[in-house]
């Protein structure tokens, strides 16, 4: 029998990252993976190929609706071949997953292939998709299973017409007309890709904005941003049976009213967010508690009650988030080598990557004044920069709260192009404990979208922008 200092279950981001870590600080490493491709639900069916739709749809896009204004002329019609870019963001997908499994093999990691379950809290049972089994002794154990897509009690997914992101990343058509049950960052990046390859898209949501966990001023601009872009929103819709009858798919929901409205489309994307996955784990074997959300449960350092084994990632509590992951996997692995990291989970940050892009870190002005803290803001259209102008994306503003008292910069949020990118730099100053004042006297490019930031900042401090 094999034995290890840790193994982990799982290779997604969480994963993969907690065992390059351990590798590097010395220990004997293995990581057990379900499926025969490396990094989970980000890499495979999650983040990765649906940034390359995204993509592909907005060259696309692009070219139909913005390339004349740029002095570009196509001759003869563009078209769409979408069995080409499903295929280019497979290829993409393929690459990725070989470059984890060129990190596990430079690092020394052992991998296995198999669902991996506990015998006890130090060993591991794999079934291996060849019919064999094997088991593995560890000293420590991370879980970092992930997560599945969620759906609603009375909906029953066909992966056909009624679908989830992951057959949403793989149709063989364009939908006519796509019903996206659910406002949320994965059901409004699916739903852009096919608005902008042709389809019509009417989104369903639950509560009574888009985006809903952000701040409510980004749910408000991309709201308006969308409708422009053709998309139907209807926010305060409660669904209540969705039903297939041949190639047309009925969702039947009740407004805030409570009158029932129908949706026909030959489409449905579920979009209700994921759920812990911890199907075949047999974590009781090893004593490990899960809650009644199904996660596992952890203490602050990411400790199961069975102290030599630990859980990271959508699995526990906090965000679905791949990056999340990947600080928690870090922390774990440096823990165990006697190390004393910490994550602030306020300093994570959240993006859609619709476009524009959605971008935040901190505190919202909701949880500001629910906490009763002072605050002022600073808000910097972009539109009045240059450099928006001169690409033609002018939606969207930086947002920046300060404490009314010190200027600590608490939350900042944007919604514009590239503002993805641009959110790190946010993240770095509320690391560092800056000022809105800090922010606002550091040079920025000119011309470049980060100005936003600057000009936010300059509102936020003392009002006093230089470009409004």
């Not at 015998?119 to 019919?131: E, L, P």
């Not at 619709?354 to 259209?381: H, M, N, R, S």
Request: net charge negative; charged share 25%.
């Amino acid at each position: 029998m094999n034995q290890y200092d840790v193994a982990i279950i799982g290779s997604g981001p969480g994963g993969y990252v907690a065992a390059i870590r351990c590798a590097q600080l010395g220990m004997k490493t293995a990581i057990i993976e379900k499926y025969s491709t490396l990094g989970g639900t980000c890499l495979n069916v999650g983040c990765i190929p649906s940034k390359a739709l995204l993509d592909s749809s907005h060259h696309y896009h692009d070219a139909v609706k913005h390339f004349e204004e740029h002095g570009i002329e196509i001759p003869g019609e563009v078209k769409v071949n979408l069995e080409k870019m499903i295929a280019r963001k497979q290829s993409v997908v393929e690459q990725t997953s070989s470059g984890v499994k060129f990190l596990m093999d430079k690092n020394k990691i052992d991998v296995y292939e198999g669902l991996g379950s506990f015998a006890d809290a130090t060993h591991i049972d794999i079934n291996k998709n060849d019919g064999s089994t094997e088991q593995i002794e560890a000293k420590n154990i991370i879980i970092a299973t992930g997560s599945k897509p969620s759906t609603l009690p009375f909906i029953e997914i066909d992966k056909e017409r009624i679908i989830t992101s992951t057959e949403a990343l793989k149709l063989k058509e364009i939908p006519k007309h796509l019903v996206v049950i659910g406002g949320g960052v994965i059901g409004l990046e699916l739903g852009q890709v096919y608005r902008r390859l042709g389809s019509e898209v009417t989104v369903v949501e639950f509560m009574d904005r888009i985006i809903p966990t952000m701040d409510a001023d980004l749910s408000k601009e991309l709201n308006k941003v969308l409708k422009k872009q053709g998309f139907k929103i209807n926010a305060s819709h409660k669904v209540k049976e969705v039903t297939r009858d041949g190639d047309k798919v009925i969702v039947k929901a009740d407004d805030k009213k409570g009158k029932e409205v129908v949706f026909e489309a030959d489409y449905c994307l579920v979009s209700v967010g994921r759920r812990p996955y911890t199907d075949g784990l047999k974590a009781d074997k090893a004593g490990v508690k899960l809650n009644e959300r199904g996660q596992v449960e952890v203490n602050d350092h990411l400790q199961t009650n069975v102290s030599n084994i630990y859980a990271i990632g959508d699995v526990v509590k906090g965000a679905m988030l791949a990056h999340k992951a990947e600080e928690e996997g870090v922390m774990v692995a440096e823990i165990l080598a006697g190390q004393k990291p910490h994550i602030d989970y306020n300093l994570i940050p959240g993006v859609v990557y619709t476009w524009p892009e959605v971008a935040a870190v901190g505190k919202t002005e909701a949880e500001l004044k629910e906490a009763g803290v002072k605050y002022k803001a600073g808000k910097f259209p972009m539109r009045a920069l240059g450099r928006a102008r001169a690409s033609m994306d002018i939606d969207g503003f930086v947002k920046i709260l300060a404490d009314a008292e010190t200027d600590e910069v608490l939350g900042v949020h944007m919604v514009g192009a590239r503002v993805a990118d641009l959110i790190a730099e946010a993240v770095t100053a509320m690391e560092f404990r800056a000022s809105a004042e800090d922010i606002s006297r550091m040079s920025h490019a000119h011309p470049t979208y980060a100005e936003a930031v600057k000009e936010a900042a300059l509102m936020a401090t003392d009002n006093r922008p230089l470009h409004v």
